[in-house]
């Protein structure tokens, strides 16, 4: 099993991504394929000791899409950028899954226009995985799709479904729709439309709305919303997670002796937390509804997060999670509605 | 000066409303008139022994509005319920604000229809207070008004920033739009046709588009979003918050006896942030955009909350917000294209 591995345009270079290549093809059954500037690479895996690896190999690409860059324009004009080098090793399946941590928006553009979504969906959708405290809960859309009509919102909770049962181990999954109430008649244009489709769908555990409050709570394996509203939540609970312990530790430390004391006596037990808490034991998420798997890693992922995800995406290939999402949506209750809806 | 206070339709009963109004009478130079059933609030005030206090006095209303009606048929059919009532008293200049703690919904419908809005506002919208890492920031709308167009996140903006100034004692407050990056280019389609309006807008000091994380990190004061949007962002960042001090606990009694000493001694510190981190300092929730001062406080708040909650209200009244909303929203740039969009 071959996965390909964009190194660049990320917040801490190359080196941080090719370690975490040497760490995966060494705990993973897999060989990974580099896409970048050769040079880079090379002198990388000199550095490692790694250039003779034979599980490693690179793929020369002399262009970067920066994140700041528009992504649909910065894919079609950039032919050579290695998110588009990488993305065409799927398409030509030359690798069986890609993993990235290069500006999301190119990562779902490459995706669409160089690998192409699984018949009949309407668009892909970023799936991300939050600790809740009672395991894990898959939100998405997280960004790829920002205004989703409430046909879109239906693949995603199908796509999430299966997500939750073949990566998370989740029977029957609940779904949960996002919205500002639990009751049917609460929430905005979309969410009004998007209950009773789910509650139609056939193919998922609906358990009607959910709130922001239940994210981390455990009542909820998938959480269905746009991508807009998906981004702005994981990141503000990024924000208000770094706020708390930031004012934590402010606490502790201006509280005196005794606080200070007890602060060094707790951190062991916190550093198992902050394990839990920790995005990188996840290793990326996960954009669903495209040909193969598709993993986007956030922009400042360090070796260990893109170890995780090469796992995750070998974990991805071996339960064939593309192939189920295809068939999941060929039987999707009242197809031909759908599909002529998303034209 | 008089607040209406309605006591009804609350998660812990009258108690806790009548109690509130007795501590803020002794505190702030104001009376209150309890709005609700007249034998409930007769027996507790007798109870605490302040039946005979002459800034206390009681209005009945024999009909409550509950957390699971519609709030506009309940508002239209329920002539006597106490949300009606308290909003009449405003109307008819009996008193010069209200707080309330019922069905938020209910609330904002009875705002609507009994007391009116200012002249020339689209829709009023909800300022919620959020503690941040260097002070306050202020979220709106916070769910009175959940499919918003464009034109609504301008006037939320320009109400936003009297709000800080007022009532946060914030000069020139940086107002920022909830987007999903900070380039213009980045959004939805409400974002990026609000973005140009809000950099046309001379009234206030627009600094672009914020995210999520961007909340309670202290960059911004004023954070403009539609209802749904900042409904949604304050849940998760209410349950993140409980999750993570669970996860916390949790960790320090799993930790052996270290760290359950370390937790007794760290104990003490902990408590101020908690009184930092709480919502009732706060009070409650302004809907800005009405004729008069009209608080909304959590169906779970308790006595202290709602004392502070009638002490943001005398503050309301002696700032005369919504005399300086009316003039704002009057000199609003382009205000005609505006007027003439919202109708």
Redesign the interface.
């Known amino acids: 099993m071959k996965i390909a591995l964009d190194v660049m345009g990320t917040d801490y270079g190359p080196k941080e991504l090719v370690l975490g290549a040497v760490m995966a093809v060494k705990e993973y059954d897999c060989e990974v394929v580099l896409v970048g500037d050769e040079v880079t690479i090379r002198d990388l895996l000199k550095k490692y000791d790694e250039d003779t690896n034979p599980k490693l190999s690179i793929r020369h690409a002399s262009e970067v899409i920066g994140m700041?860059e528009?992504p649909g324009i910065a894919v079609k004009t950039k032919k050579d950028a290695s998110i588009v080098v990488a993305t065409d090793l799927l398409r030509n399946k030359q690798c069986d899954a890609l993993v990235s941590s290069g500006s999301t928006g190119a990562a779902v553009a490459a995706a669409l226009f160089h690998l192409g979504r699984i018949r009949g969906v309407g668009r892909p959708a970023i799936a991300t995985p939050i600790p809740?405290?009672t395991g894990t809960t898959v939100l998405l859309d997280s960004?790829a799709k920002?205004?989703a009509k409430p046909e879109h919102l239906v693949q995603n909770a199908i796509m999430g479904s299966v997500y939750a049962e073949l990566m998370l181990n989740i029977k029957n999954p609940r779904v949960g729709l996002?919205?500002?109430g639990e009751?049917e008649?609460k929430?905005?244009?979309q969410?009004l439309a998007t209950f009773p489709l789910l509650k139609d769908e056939k193919l998922i555990h609906f358990i009607g709305n959910v709130?922001?409050?239940?994210?981390?709570?455990g009542v909820v394996d998938v959480v269905v919303?746009?991508?807009?509203?998906g981004?702005?939540?994981?990141?503000?609970?990024?924000?208000?997670?770094?706020?708390?312990?930031?004012?934590?530790k402010?606490?502790?430390m201006?509280?005196?002796m005794?606080?200070k004391?007890?602060?060094?006596?707790?951190?062991?037990?916190?550093r198992?937390?902050k394990k839990?808490?920790n995005p990188d034991a996840y290793g990326g998420a996960l954009l669903l509804g495209v040909r193969a798997p598709f993993f986007i890693c956030h922009g400042s992922s360090r070796a260990n997060a893109i170890k995780n995800a090469i796992g995750a995406a070998v974990d991805g290939v071996k339960r064939d999670i593309c192939s189920r999402i295809a068939e999941d949506i060929a039987m999707q209750t009242k197809a031909d509605k759908v599909v002529g809806s998303l034209r």
Chains 1, 2 share one sequence.
């Open positions: 700041k528009h809740s405290l960004g920002v205004d996002l919205s500002i009751e008649i929430g905005n244009e969410t709130e922001g409050r239940d994210i981390n709570s919303c746009d991508g807009f509203v981004n702005v939540v994981l990141k503000t609970a990024e924000g208000l997670a770094t706020a708390i312990l930031t004012m934590v402010e606490a502790i201006g509280g005196g005794m606080a004391f007890g602060g060094m006596l707790i951190t062991p037990a916190l198992g937390l839990r808490l």
